[in-house]
């Protein structure tokens, strides 16, 4: 009995073959017919000359606590994503021994920009060690496919509790206990190690993340200790960490490294550096080392209050206020002596730094009063400039007056069509760093791949829509090693996006508060989706979520090893 035939479809298979008008069948999950099919399904589709491309795969999500509660993995099935890896950064919540939960919860929540309360009251913490997460993921059932990876920062928590973030050599006891729980993850189905350097991750009061503290031979041990040679990924928010750096370690273990840093973004500012680390990443690849970056489509955006005013915690200034509330940081944010702290940090940014000091970037996007609805929609430098002031004062001005509660939207890094243009076709390039279920209150990229076919593709035309959907599905399932993904094909798992090309993109940020607790998040809404699929069963009909017991995703626990691979990958 065939359960899907999806009729008439133009079918835009994901492995850069030309379009071609066809149906597709599927039984249990795979697809086991293209071409002119007369057998009806239990579920037949009229696509009318619709798209019919693989479901994206996100390599950079943070829905680790998220999926806990919620299987949708809201809102990335309903914007064409049917497989996410999380654990990105290093910053899950597993391995969870209970002594450490709260203190691992606390750090993400500043570190990932996430409700405190709503991560509180909604986790359920039926699980400790890695194969305990994966088995609640396989209970549960996601309404996508979920890879995870083994977190650095996680995993130096459960072991260091707070010293974690306080002390930079771990002892040679909490080392071996570090390296034995990463080999668990890996023998239980994780695809990889995440870890951080970023100067941007700080957690709970200001703290470092865990593993921005730890030497570069602490993450050579524990990449070591992933198993045999090519075996996994390691995804890292590598910082002010050069190729240079991490070139000798993917050749030593012969696994890819992919980086994701603001250092490799497009900054008008620097616009060479971007460009350098990239083609720096391409001469690994040709020496066959596996370098590579996840470059956004998007530019890094963020929506923020002074209240929670995450861009600028890179910044010294913000080091001891972190985690004040409100009130507390009024009278900081009075204070002369902080703003001139502040104003000589801004002036000074270190590379890496999300906020370069660039107040023509930041602009009002919601006042809270009418008197100051005369701001809105427009950017710091033209408002100080305009009245005589300086920027900085200008926000923390306008910040007070509305008892911190300013919408301010800030575009820092990766603006410049042409400059970013460069990157996202770069042989070294994974169009990535989605950040989903992640920043929730500034932000939702979510939609990163609607919006690379938008912009990208149809208006655009940097790429095809055959190049375009190669990019968001089998290129990055191939590097990951993600088996039978990304693709269409007779004998893949049919994960599917059924859209038009005409109209399909990602609606403007919208605020819901439906986090546990009543918290507030930001998401996206598709247009021109029609239908997406996972293992062929539908999880969104273009409006609403299909309601399922359990969600129909499965937990991928096993990959391709990518021994070898590299330098073809980079020559094609």
């Not at 300086?390 to 069509?417: C, H, I, K």
Request: one cysteine or more; aromatic letters at 8%; glycine letters at 10%.
């Amino acid at each position: 009995m065939v359960d899907l035939v999806i009729r008439g479809a133009t079918i835009v298979d994901g492995l850069g073959h030309e379009p071609r008008r066809a149906d597709l069948a599927v039984t249990d999950g795979r697809i086991i017919a293209i071409g002119e099919i007369k057998d009806k399904g239990a579920e037949t589709i009229d696509a009318g000359g619709l798209t019919l491309a693989p479901g994206i795969v996100d390599v950079h999500t943070h829905y680790d606590a998220q999926v806990t509660w919620d299987t949708t993995l809201s809102p990335s099935p309903s914007l064409g994503v049917t497989t996410a890896v999380i654990g990105n950064c290093g910053f899950g919540i597993v391995p969870a021994p209970p002594a450490v939960r709260d203190l691992v919860i606390r750090n993400l929540s500043v570190v990932e920009g996430m409700d405190l309360d709503a991560l509180r009251q909604g986790i359920a913490w039926d699980f400790e060690s890695f194969s305990d997460y994966m088995a609640m993921l396989r209970r549960r059932g996601a309404y996508a496919n979920l890879a995870v990876l083994a977190g650095h920062s996680t995993i130096r928590t459960a072991v260091m509790g707070e010293a974690a973030s306080q002390r930079t050599d771990a002892t040679p006891e909490e080392l071996a206990k570090m390296k034995a729980m990463v080999a668990d993850a890996m023998a239980n189905g994780a695809i990889g190690l995440g870890a951080s350097y970023s100067l941007n991750h700080s957690g709970f009061g200001g703290v470092p993340m865990p593993s921005t503290i730890a030497p570069m031979s602490e993450l050579d041990a524990l990449v070591g200790a992933m198993g045999p040679r090519g075996k996994g990924v390691v995804a890292i928010a590598s910082g002010v960490k050069t190729p240079a750096e991490l070139e000798p370690m993917a050749a030593k273990y012969g696994r890819p490294f992919f980086q994701g840093t603001g250092m490799a973004m497009y900054n008008e500012q620097e616009p060479a550096r971007a460009l350098g680390i990239f083609d720096a990443c391409a001469a690994a690849l040709r020496r066959g080392n596996g370098l590579y970056i996840q470059i956004p489509c998007q530019p890094l955006s963020f929506d923020f209050t002074m209240a929670n005013a995450y861009p600028f915690y890179s910044h010294s200034a913000f080091d001891p206020i972190k985690a004040f509330t409100p009130e507390q940081l009024t009278s900081v944010y009075r204070d002369p002596s902080w703003r001139a702290k502040f104003r000589e940090n801004a002036k000074n940014p270190r590379p890496g730094m999300i906020f370069q000091g660039n107040w023509d970037r930041v602009m009002v996007a919601v006042a809270q009063k009418p008197a100051n609805a005369k701001y809105v929609n427009r950017y710091l430098h033209d408002i100080a400039k305009a009245e005589g002031r300086d920027p900085l004062d200008v926000m923390l001005d306008l910040s007070l007056d509305e008892g911190l509660e300013t919408a301010f939207l800030g575009r820092f890094l990766n603006v410049g069509d042409e400059g970013v243009a460069r990157l996202l076709k770069h042989e070294a390039g994974v169009v990535a760093l989605s950040d989903a279920g992640a920043h929730l209150i500034y932000m939702c990229d979510a939609g990163f791949g609607l919006h690379f076919l938008s912009h990208w593709v149809r208006e655009r035309g940097d790429f095809d829509i055959v190049e375009g959907i190669r990019r968001l599905t089998s290129h990055p399932a191939d590097l990951y090693g993600i088996r039978n993904r990304g693709r269409i094909a007779v004998g893949a798992q049919a994960d599917l996006l059924l859209f038009d090309q005409a109209t399909v993109g990602v609606s403007p940020a919208e605020r819901v508060a439906d986090l546990p607790g009543g918290g507030r998040r930001t998401i996206r809404r598709p247009t021109g989706v029609h239908g997406v699929f996972c293992n062929g069963i539908r999880t969104f009909d273009g409006k609403d979520y299909a309601k399922h017991a359990k969600g129909p995703g499965h937990v991928l626990d096993t990959f391709n090893n990518s021994v070898g691979s590299h330098s073809a990958i980079a020559a094609q």
